[in-house]
């Protein structure tokens, strides 16, 4: 089982790096360490090997349900960072017309390992279902960063 926190940050091995992010909507703060990664370059591609996020929803009345949209989150975050899955723009349209000219993310560009924690609270319960999302990428590109020394300031990565 995954550790629940992030101290695996302490043990990197060489070639990873780690990047930090955080978020808030729907009265939900949700940070990855409040979100932390550990990524590696593969193939001119970031790899994302584990992630930790930190939530807080308020009064957790359902935490498995919680746990399970958080990490379908992070994983649905990957589909805008990775060139596979995103959706682009041209000129100020979409350039997908429909599934047939949309490549869906690969399954290799999924995080490996994504531990979800839950704040303790009493405060009223939050939104669950958006805030995982935007929280992936900065944390990868700031890991990116470290490991390249170059900002990455545009979405999709196609190279780092």
Excluded at 61 to 75: D, R, Y
Excluded at 142 to 158: E, Q
């Amino acid at each position: 089982m995954e550790e629940k926190t992030a101290a695996w940050r302490n043990k990197l091995r060489k070639g990873h790096a780690i990047g930090f992010s955080c978020h808030e909507s729907f009265d939900t703060g949700v940070a990855c360490d409040a979100c932390a990664v550990d990524v590696s370059i593969e193939d001119k591609r970031p790899k994302i090997r584990r992630v930790t996020v930190a939530v807080d929803p308020g009064l957790a009345v359902k935490p498995l349900t919680i746990e399970s949209q958080f990490q379908a989150g992070v994983a649905f975050g990957v589909s805008k960072l990775m060139a596979k899955g995103a959706i682009t723009l041209k000129d100020g349209y979409v350039e997908q017309s429909n599934f047939d000219t949309y490549t869906p993310p690969y399954i290799i560009d999924a995080p490996v390992a994504v531990a979800v924690h839950i704040v303790p609270s009493t405060e009223k319960p939050s939104g669950c279902g958006e805030p995982p999302v935007p929280v992936i990428s900065p944390a990868v590109v700031n890991a990116v960063s470290r490991l390249t020394g170059k900002r990455c300031r545009s979405l999709p990565l196609v190279t780092v």
